[in-house]
T-cell receptor, first 114, second 109 residues
Framework: GAGVSQSPRYKVAKRGQDVALRCDPISGHVSLFWYQQALGQGPEFLTYFQNEAQLDKSGLPSDRFFAERPEGSVSTLKIQRTQQEDSAVYLC????????????FGAGTRLSVL | RKEVEQDPGPFNVPEGATVAFNCTYSNSASQSFFWYRQDCRKEPKLLMSVYSSGNEDGRFTAQLNRASQYISLLIRDSKLSDSATYLCVYRSNDYKLSFGAGTTVTVRA
């Protein structure tokens, strides 16, 4: 079946631009996660949804970062007024039912802020 | 101090060799442990869970030492296709995964 789908795969933004990154989780997966992976580092947790409820946003680096999942399926990560330090790969993961289940990752969106 | 520390490598080994590496973690409340594999410019994929009693999955053996707070991964009879970055991961609560920076393994012909 289809895996986690993310779009766009690549995004180049000028500093100060707003960007929106999309994640389509595996159908039926209740839990959805966003991670940020800087070059040469492991993924860092950003936020977690269970259905449409955002249960943890403790990893969001600043108030410029905002995530939503209004209908409990597709999620969007929005970054306002992008800065160079926001350049990273943004990974989305989903898991079936309980969040303790295996997290399946999408291929990510590679964001470059110039 | 990072929550998960890994030797970044690279470990450069010939086909058929055995390679092993560890990671250490600082959060003693860590509940579950995993090794993920990440190929260049690809997403992380679960390789195997790690249990205190040690577990094998084919050529891969994982071990957890809670007293010393480290986990290990051993790859026997290395294949070219094993070349990747191996991420040490733990879950400290019901959902949040904490990743190490990864250990790079390159298997040469």
């Amino acid at each position: 079946g289809a895996g986690v789908s993310q779009s766009p795969r690549y995004k180049v933004a000028k500093r100060g631009q707003d960007v929106a990154l999309r994640c389509d989780p595996i159908s039926g997966h209740v839990s959805l996660f966003w991670y940020q992976q800087a070059l040469g580092q492991g993924p860092e947790f950003l936020t977690y949804f269970q259905n449409e409820a955002q249960l943890d946003k403790s990893g969001l680096p600043s108030d410029r970062f905002f995530a939503e999942r209004p209908e409990g399926s597709v999620s969007t990560l929005k970054i306002q007024r992008t800065q160079q330090e926001d350049s990273a790969v943004y990974l989305c993961a989903s898991s079936y039912r309980g969040a303790k289940n295996i997290q399946y990752f999408g291929a990510g969106t590679r964001l470059s802020v110039l | 101090r990072k929550e998960v520390e890994q030797d970044p490598g690279p470990f450069n080994v010939p086909e058929g060799a055995t390679v092993a590496f560890n990671c250490t973690y600082s959060n003693s409340a860590s509940q579950s442990f995993f090794w993920y594999r990440q190929d260049c410019r690809k997403e992380p994929k679960l390789l195997m869970s790690v249990y205190s009693s040690g577990n094998e999955d084919g050529r891969f053996t994982a071990q957890l030492n809670r007293a010393s707070q480290y986990i290990s991964l051993l790859i026997r009879d290395s294949k070219l296709s094993d070349s990747a970055t191996y991420l040490c991961v733990y879950r400290s609560n019901d959902y949040k995964l904490s990743f190490g920076a990864g250990t790079t393994v390159t298997v040469r012909a």
